[in-house]
Nanobody
Framework: QVQLVESGGGLVQAGDSLRLSCVASGRTFSSFVMGWFRQAPGKERELVVIINRSGGSAYSTDSVKGRFTVSRDNAKNTVYLQLDSLKPEDTAVYYC????????????????WGQGTQVTVSS
């Protein structure tokens, strides 16, 4: 089993920054591909970014390119999502997820999920 715990969300103004963290426990963190998803009110959960096992960014959705940066520290069992130049449309619950295989772009490809952290961006 793997437990994922996100933190770092909050209420900010447009243009501000946040850094989300996701700490993993229970298994070797470096063996997982990690993804960040988000779910806005009334919308389906969407993939934001993927980071591979060695720390390279494997995917970013178009709406966050140039603004969001994913990174990981395998020694600390932690993946980060730096959110810069935030916009009201970034408001959502952000989830981290861990995948055993592949570089999945759908929820089904992920084996473990955190509980989410709320990001609210006011205009």
């Amino acid at each position: 089993q793997v437990q994922l715990v996100e933190s770092g969300g909050g209420l900010v103004q447009a243009g501000d920054s946040l850094r989300l963290s996701c700490v993993a426990s229970g298994r070797t963190f470096s063996s997982f591909v990690m993804g960040w998803f988000r779910q806005a009110p009334g919308k389906e959960r969407e993939l934001v970014v993927i980071i591979n096992r060695s720390g390279g960014s494997a995917y970013s959705t178009d709406s966050v390119k140039g603004r969001f940066t994913v990174s990981r520290d395998n020694a600390k069992n932690t993946v980060y999502l730096q959110l810069d130049s935030l916009k009201p449309e970034d408001t959502a619950v952000y989830y981290c997820a861990a995948a055993n295989t592949g570089l999945p772009r759908t929820e089904r490809g992920y084996d473990y999920w955190g509980q989410g952290t709320q990001v609210t961006v006011s205009s």
